[in-house]
């Protein structure tokens, strides 16, 4: 596709329910990233791929959060057993990163994740 | 560890006059430093990138940012606002040997008539 694409655009779960947000990134780019986003601030570091592994999960905030890229292409983030402080924007953006670190990342539109 | 502050929550300004957001960063090894801009219910868009050289970097929409190392800026600048600039603006950074991106808390802009 053209660019980044995430979907849902829009999750609504129960708190305790187990979600999956799905990124598809720009064919071809290697590097691929997750952020999340909460009302009013910058977009927070979850993890980064490079190809099919995750080179730095360093963002994940606990256990319950994991993410896969089994085929160096789509992503999913997984997180088991909800919260209400888990509502954010989750992010994804993917990049060239090969071409060195000046390089860009480009971002989707987000899926809106509400936990209830 | 790296990190960006913007240090204004909000800049207001008329149509037609300048505009400056400001950024400040703190990095290990050179930066790579970036601005991305977020309208409602939108993704982030890449404005702009510095890298190396000219310290003064030229991007989309007229947006130029002025890399400065002594004082570890990377102001965004504009020479005439429009009220379509209105959005939330961030600032963020690659330093050293991380790949990741570090975001500020970002600037909202507002251009009024």
């Known amino acids: 596709g053209a660019g980044v694409s995430q979907t849902p655009s829009n999750k609504v779960t129960e708190k305790g329910k187990y979600v999956e947000l799905r990124c598809d990134p720009i064919?071809?780019?290697?590097?691929l990233y997750w952020y999340r986003q909460s009302l009013g601030q910058g977009p927070e570091f979850l993890i980064y791929?490079?190809?099919?592994?995750?080179?730095?999960d360093s963002g994940l905030p606990n256990d319950r959060f994991f993410a896969v890229r089994p085929e160096g292409s789509v992503s999913t983030l997984k997180i088991q057993r909800t919260e209400r402080g888990d509502s954010a924007v989750y992010l994804c953006?993917?990049?060239?990163?090969?071409?060195?670190?000046?390089?860009?990342?480009?971002f989707g539109q987000g899926t809106r994740l509400t936990v209830v | 560890a790296q990190s960006v502050a913007q240090p204004e929550d909000q800049v207001n300004v008329a149509e037609g006059n300048p505009l400056t957001v400001k950024c400040t960063y703190s990095?290990?090894?050179?930066?790579?430093l970036f601005w991305y801009v977020q309208y409602p219910n939108r993704g982030l868009q890449f404005l702009l990138k510095?890298?190396?050289?000219?310290?003064l970097v030229k991007g989309s929409y007229g947006f130029e940012a002025e890399f400065n190392k002594s004082q570890t800026s990377f102001h965004l600048k504009k020479p005439s606002a429009l009220v379509s600039d209105s959005a939330l603006y961030f600032c963020?950074?690659?330093?050293?040997?991380?790949?990741?991106?570090?975001f500020g808390t970002g600037t909202r802009l507002q251009v009024t008539l």
């Open positions: 990095v290990s090894g050179n930066p790579y």
């Open positions: 791929f490079q190809g099919t592994g995750a080179a730095d």
């Open positions: 963020a950074v690659r330093g050293g040997t991380a790949s990741k991106l570090t």
């Open positions: 953006a993917s990049s060239l990163l090969r071409q060195g670190r000046g390089t860009e990342a480009f």
């Open positions: 510095y890298i190396t050289g000219d310290n």
């Open positions: 064919s071809g780019h290697t590097a």
